[in-house]
T-cell receptor
Framework: SAVISQKPSRDICQRGTSLTIQCQVDSQVTMMFWYRQQPGQSLTLIATANQGSEATYESGFVIDKFPISRPNLTFSTLTVSNMSPEDSSIYLC????????????FGPGTRLTVL | AQSVTQPDIHITVSEGASLELRCNYSYGATPYLFWYVQSPGQGLQLLLKYFSGDTLVQGIKGFEAEFKRSQSSFNLRKPSVHWSDAAEYFCAVGPGNTPLVFGKGTRLSVIA
């Protein structure tokens, strides 16, 4: 299995500011994803983080609002830009290895509150 | 399109009682099915998964799930619930190394 860590674990931010969330995997993974979990809701995929290239965003999510980087196989960042209270959520990253039982491992999440 | 339905938003069981959480999926091919648990303030932990083979799969913490293709279901069971099992449970489907589609979750409360 892979161990995934995220920083920060939680933050309280003012509207209009930006926050960058870091995701570190302890071993190489093929795929990395970012999900959002709004209060009381399930997980919604934001994007697939692609190594060395632009992320692939799901409908309703755009790069200007959620820029993502993945400079190598074990690290990715998600930035929540120009935040509003509606961005208050838990943001989770996940990783999986090609052909390795096809399962995804999740980080502990970053709990973001925007005032 | 892929989808997952968890019909029960909230379930309350007594400690020591049996548990069954329902999950129905819609998927065009052979699904990869997962159950995750999320404790308050925590990330997601994989309980068990089904890819192929035996339709009854065993997971961690004494959980098991049964894949029924005819019913498009993958229900999670535990014969005797412990207070520490109180959490949110998510069923998910996906073809493997692609993003998972999650159900809305079932919140489990355990009473003495």
């Amino acid at each position: 299995s892979a161990v995934i860590s995220q920083k920060p674990s939680r933050d309280i931010c003012q509207r209009g500011t930006s926050l960058t969330i870091q995701c570190q995997v302890d071993s190489q993974v093929t795929m990395m994803f970012w999900y959002r979990q709004q209060p009381g809701q399930s997980l919604t995929l934001i994007a697939t983080a692609n190594q060395g290239s632009e992320a692939t965003y799901e409908s309703g999510f755009v790069i200007d609002k959620f820029p993502i980087s993945r400079p190598n196989l074990t690290f990715s960042t998600l930035t929540v830009s120009n935040m509003s209270p509606e961005d208050s959520s838990i943001y989770l990253c996940s990783g999986g290895r090609q052909g390795a039982l096809n399962e995804q491992f999740f980080g502990p999440g970053t709990r973001l509150t925007v005032l | 399109a892929q989808s997952v339905t968890q019909p029960d938003i909230h379930i309350t069981v007594s400690e020591g009682a049996s548990l069954e959480l329902r999950c129905n999926y819609s998927y065009g091919a052979t699904p990869y099915l997962f159950w995750y648990v999320q404790s308050p303030g925590q990330g997601l932990q994989l309980l068990l998964k089904y890819f192929s083979g035996d339709t009854l799969v065993q997971g961690i913490k004494g959980f098991e799930a049964e894949f029924k293709r005819s019913q498009s279901s993958f229900n999670l069971r535990k014969p005797s619930v412990h207070w520490s099992d109180a959490a949110e449970y998510f069923c998910a489907v996906g073809p493997g190394n692609t993003p998972l589609v999650f159900g809305k979750g079932t919140r489990l409360s355990v009473i003495a």
